[in-house]
């Protein structure tokens, strides 16, 4: 509801500021609906948008104020582009009245939007209550991970031991009543206890609404939980795979980005080569090997942004001593990765897709970490859900959280969902944050 205000709106400032001045103010006047300045001053609302979308305008923002520094950024991201756009055609697209109220309108429409939003569309009282019933222990590593990176706000309340309402059904309405709940998560043992459901079938009917573990920890922190998910739960259809329309659509989206995005690696390469010899010494571009779909081994491309060195391969760190100085500022832009566009074009990786491993790492992780092997069945990304929701991973452990995120990324695999990593891949490199 809230984007597609923003995006309606946006387009209404922008078209009635054209006809505005197509009325009013140009000599002679002309009809806009009729002109060739439609179809630009519709892109130019679609840039507008998108380029507010990209900021995380509404959804990224509880206050208005803390959304005036984006709106601002990005209205004038917009502008830029048409303006680059204005100048290659070497005519005006857009009159100039156009091209500088329309980003000042945006800009007020963004703040109005989150403002709205934070009263009428994510009021508190709106939150999910939550009781959830099952194993203290799992709940608490479930609830660690929802808040660690929450797709939507909730509370909870309440737990119920699953032992205890095995025993005695009745607990499970007491603490939603106690606590006034407005949702009820019940695990998969609890899920069929006969007792569990018909009570939770009661508070059902009165208004509450009822969630599983998996369900839950989906809709509300975009992760499939390795604690709470049962096996027969990875037998789900995964679009890759058993969509054709969606596979070759992907593929096709693949190699037009990494075609548009060729120019700029060639831009960041011949940088790279007059900076290398004092800020990054030793060869342009580093390659290693990666497991990729159905377990096949590729070598991947990137610009090296660390020290030569003749040892095996370590886990890499954050804030890693080997990192140099240029190739710290590609790591911070994510530029270091843009020879991975090969990769994309020769069908290695996807834009999209979870983030390949070393075959060491692979081994050892495929043994350590169950279900590890499921991520290996679509094409690896150069982005990925994980890589927008978790932090830096550099052991074992952050490997299997990450996985959580690839395997929700795999059971809700689209093009939606797709452009949602690349929206948030495109915050990330901006604002910062994910890896």
Same mark, same amino acid.
């Given at each position: 509801m809230?984007p597609?205000a923003?995006a309606?709106g946006?387009?209404?400032?922008?078209?009635?500021l054209?006809k505005?001045?197509?009325?009013?103010?140009?000599?002679?006047a002309y009809?806009?609906?009729?002109s060739?300045?439609l179809?630009?001053?519709?892109?130019?609302?679609?840039?507008?948008?998108?380029a507010?979308?990209?900021a995380?305008?509404?959804d990224r923002?509880?206050?208005?104020?803390?959304a005036v520094? %984006?709106?601002?950024?990005?209205a004038a991201?917009?502008a830029?582009?048409?303006?680059?756009?204005t100048?290659a055609?070497?005519?005006?697209?857009l %009159?100039r009245?156009v091209?500088v109220?329309?980003?000042?309108g945006?800009v007020v429409?963004?703040?109005?939007v989150?403002?709205t939003?934070?009263?009428w569309?994510r009021?508190?009282s709106?939150?999910?209550q939550v009781?959830?019933v099952?194993e203290p222990?799992?709940?608490?590593v479930?609830?660690?991970e929802?808040?660690?990176?929450?797709e939507?706000?909730?509370?909870v309340?309440g737990?119920v031991d699953?032992?205890e309402?095995?025993?005695? %059904?009745?607990?499970v309405a007491?603490?939603?009543a106690?606590?006034r709940?407005?949702?009820?998560?019940?695990d998969?043992?609890?899920?069929?206890?006969?007792g569990i459901v018909?009570?939770?079938?009661?508070?059902?009917?009165?208004?509450?609404?009822?969630?599983?573990?998996?369900s839950f920890?989906?809709?509300?922190?975009?992760?499939?939980p390795l604690?709470?998910v049962?096996?027969?739960?990875?037998?789900?259809?995964i679009?890759e795979l058993?969509g054709?329309g969606?596979?070759?659509l992907k593929?096709?989206?693949?190699?037009?980005?990494a075609?548009?995005?060729?120019?700029?690696?060639l831009?960041?390469?011949?940088?790279?080569?007059?900076?290398? %010899?004092v800020?990054?010494r030793?060869?342009?571009?580093?390659?290693q090997?990666?497991?990729?779909?159905?377990?096949?081994e590729?070598d991947?491309w990137?610009?090296r942004?660390m020290?030569?060195?003749?040892?095996?391969?370590?886990?890499?760190?954050?804030?890693d001593?080997?990192?140099?100085?240029?190739?710290?500022l590609?790591?911070?832009?994510?530029?270091d990765?843009?020879?991975?566009?090969?990769?994309?074009?020769?069908g290695?990786?996807?834009?999209?897709?979870p983030?390949?491993?070393?075959p060491?790492y692979?081994?050892?992780?495929?043994?350590?970490?169950?279900h590890?092997?499921?991520?290996?069945?679509?094409?690896?990304?150069?982005?990925?859900?994980?890589?927008v929701?978790?932090?830096?991973?550099?052991?074992v452990?952050?490997?299997?959280?990450?996985?959580?995120?690839d395997?929700y990324?795999?059971?809700n695999?689209?093009?939606?969902?797709?452009?949602?990593?690349?929206?948030?891949t495109?915050?990330?490199?901006?604002?910062?944050g994910g890896?």
């Open positions: 809230e597609l923003h309606l946006i387009t209404g400032i922008v078209l009635g054209s505005v001045h197509a009325a009013l103010i140009a000599e002679p009809d806009f609906s009729d060739s300045r179809r630009w001053a519709l892109l130019y609302a679609v840039v507008l948008w998108l507010a979308w990209v995380g305008i509404p923002f509880e206050r208005w104020r803390d520094l %984006p709106a601002i950024a990005s991201a917009g830029l582009i048409l303006a680059t756009l100048a055609a070497g005519t005006a697209l %009159p009245f091209l109220l329309a980003p000042l945006a429409w963004s703040l109005v989150v403002r939003s934070a009263i569309f009021p508190t709106g939150v999910p009781v959830v099952g222990d799992v709940v608490a479930l609830l660690e929802l808040a660690s990176s929450p939507r706000p909730v509370t309340v737990v699953r032992e309402a095995l025993l005695d %059904p009745d607990v007491r603490a939603v106690d606590h709940a407005t949702m009820l998560v019940l998969s043992v609890a899920q069929d206890d006969e018909a009570v939770a079938e009661t508070l059902h009917r009165t208004g509450v609404r009822i969630r599983w573990t998996v920890a989906e809709e509300f922190g975009g992760v499939l604690d709470v049962e096996r027969s739960a990875m037998l789900f259809d679009a058993h054709a969606y596979s070759r593929r096709v989206l693949d190699v037009v980005i075609l548009a995005v060729v120019p700029l690696l831009v960041v390469a011949a940088v790279s080569l007059v900076l290398n %010899p800020l990054n030793g060869p342009l571009l580093y390659h090997l990666r497991v990729g779909r159905d377990g096949r590729f991947i990137k610009l942004t020290t030569v060195s003749e040892g095996p391969s370590t886990w890499t760190t954050a804030d001593a080997r990192i140099t100085r240029w190739g710290g590609l790591r911070k832009l994510h530029l990765e843009l020879p991975q566009v090969i990769n994309i074009l020769r290695d990786l996807s834009i999209v897709g983030r390949p491993e070393q060491s692979v081994a050892l992780l495929l043994e350590e970490v169950p590890y092997g499921t991520r290996h069945l679509v094409r690896p990304g150069l982005t990925g859900w994980a890589q929701k978790f932090p830096y991973g550099a052991d452990d952050d490997a299997r959280r990450k996985l959580q995120y395997l990324y795999l059971r695999q689209r093009l939606g969902t797709d452009l949602r990593i690349l929206a948030r495109a915050r990330a490199a901006v604002f910062g890896r």
